[in-house]
């Protein structure tokens, strides 16, 4: 008997999500399954650090910003430097891309990553401080093809784990030429409306972001609000056209939001987002965009980029939503073993052993369990094939092999190699794809 606990049971930060098995397997699902498909059109990992120094998210991200000026996990290390959990992932890619000379070799570099970000935000349903990203970045080519290449992968990423209905809405923000001619049209616009202190600062420091206020009084107000996809300059226009042309000879459907606001400042020309309804107020599954000046900002050459965020948290929730599993990989192991007596328990050990040295996915029941628990273990493990070891089998050398999806069963000499080809299932058995 264990004695009484006399400590408090703790909990996991607030806005802290964990998963848990079962719902662990569609967590880790959604975010591989978002990785193979960036792997496929070429891009490679990139294993970036959790925390990075401060001034790189001030300088790439904006200080203007809400995840800058009001989200930031920051704190100085014992050395005294400033230091900051990464709230995003496209800034520390940079950052790596300069540091490394990738930018100085064959163009665009192309990288993918995932992990957990952080932000101070406000918690609730879909809103985490602790939240997962799969991203891509392709960086140092200003091309619209591979805009529409970051997009319809995207699109796919959401398909490719049984994501329906989602919308892809998408805009251009302009450039450099074209962005200050529209900005100040913007703000002449708005300070003729009778806005509070507020916002009217807010429109002097960043005017596009009033476009994005939920206020119902401020929405009548900038309902007739000059739009930057109605004042690109020409290359934009075509640069943007290219795009739409592309997705749609691709297939990949989309909306234009001219209204679209992101909540990160390095965004230049193709903006987009992925919006989902059965996800309440967070209704962004991913986003992401072109920025132009980001790689110069913080201290390399000036090249140009486009990449994506997707939400791995989010993602999983709308696929809750949706109603859809994936049990297709949902499986934990191939194989379970079921002995009976401590003899064939310890002979049992040893052949889970050698079945995973074998490269075969195996687990067994443990803590001397009956015949009736042992089947229970097997159960819900997920295997398919249950290897039955009793006394007298064991005697007699012999193991049963129960393929648990037939009922059917045989027995075999207690061989490694025997056993193996005993258990040998069709593909269309298998559970697990191979991720
Ligand atoms: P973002 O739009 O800030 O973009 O985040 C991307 C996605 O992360 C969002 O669409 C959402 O699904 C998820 N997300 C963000 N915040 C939270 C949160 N608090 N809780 C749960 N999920 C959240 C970026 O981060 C850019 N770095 C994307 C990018 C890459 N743009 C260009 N390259």
Redesign the pocket.
């Known amino acids: 008997m264990s004695e009484q606990n006399t400590f408090q049971a703790l909990s996991a930060p607030k806005g802290v999500p964990d998963y848990v098995p079962p719902a662990s397997a569609t967590f880790i699902n959604v975010r591989d399954e978002f990785a193979r498909q960036a792997r496929l059109a070429g891009y490679q990992h990139i294993e970036l650090p959790v925390f990075e120094d401060t001034a790189l998210f001030a300088r790439g991200v904006g200080e203007s910003t809400d995840?800058v000026s009001k989200e930031m996990y920051t704190f100085a290390d014992r050395g005294d430097r400033s230091v900051t959990l990464r709230?995003?992932?496209?800034a520390g890619v940079m950052r790596a891309v300069i540091e490394h000379n990738l930018d100085r070799g064959y163009l665009p570099v192309k990288l993918n990553y995932y992990g957990p970000?952080f932000?101070y935000?406000r918690p609730q349903a879909?809103?985490?401080?602790q939240?997962?990203?799969v991203?891509?970045?392709a960086i140092g080519v200003d091309d619209p093809l591979l805009d529409a290449e970051v997009i319809a992968l995207a699109d796919r990423c959401y398909r490719a784990v049984g994501l329906t209905g989602f919308r892809l809405e998408l805009t251009s923000l302009g450039c450099r030429e074209c962005r200050p001619g529209y900005r100040e049209k913007l703000q002449a616009f708005l300070f003729d409306l009778p806005l509070d202190e507020d916002t009217r600062h807010r429109a002097e420091i960043n005017p596009l972001r009033v476009l994005d206020d939920k206020r119902e009084d401020v929405r009548a107000m900038t309902e007739d609000a000059p739009l930057m996809l109605d004042h690109l300059c020409d290359g934009c226009r075509a640069h943007f056209e290219t795009v739409t042309g592309t997705l749609d000879a691709m297939g990949v459907a989309y909306v234009i939001n001219k209204r679209m606001v992101?909540?990160?400042d390095?965004?230049t020309k193709t903006t987009f987002?992925?919006v989902h309804d059965g996800l309440g107020a967070?209704s962004?599954?991913?986003?992401?965009?072109r920025?132009d000046g980001l790689m110069a900002q913080i201290g390399g050459q000036d090249l140009s980029?486009?990449?994506?965020?997707?939400?791995v948290?989010?993602?999983v929730l709308a696929l809750e939503a949706e109603g859809v599993t994936l049990d297709g990989v949902l499986s934990r192991v191939d194989v379970f073993g079921v002995a009976i007596g401590e003899a064939a328990q310890g002979r049992m050990a040893l052949l889970i052993d050698e079945l995973r040295a074998n490269g075969i996915s195996a687990d067994m029941a443990y803590g001397g369990r009956g015949l009736k628990g042992a089947m229970k273990g097997a159960d819900r493990s997920g295997a398919h094939t249950a290897l039955v070891l009793g006394e007298r089998e064991l005697e007699a050398g012999e193991v049963t092999v129960k393929n648990l999806a037939a009922h059917e069963q045989r027995t075999v000499p207690l061989d490694i190699d025997e056993i193996i080809d005993a258990i040998f299932v069709p593909a269309d058995l298998e559970t697990s794809d191979g991720l």
């Open positions: 995840v709230p995003e992932g496209t970000f932000r935000e879909g809103r985490y401080r939240l997962q990203q991203g891509v970045e992101r909540g990160l390095y965004y987002e992925f967070q962004g599954i991913g986003g992401g965009g920025y980029g486009i990449g994506f965020g997707l939400g948290d989010r993602t």
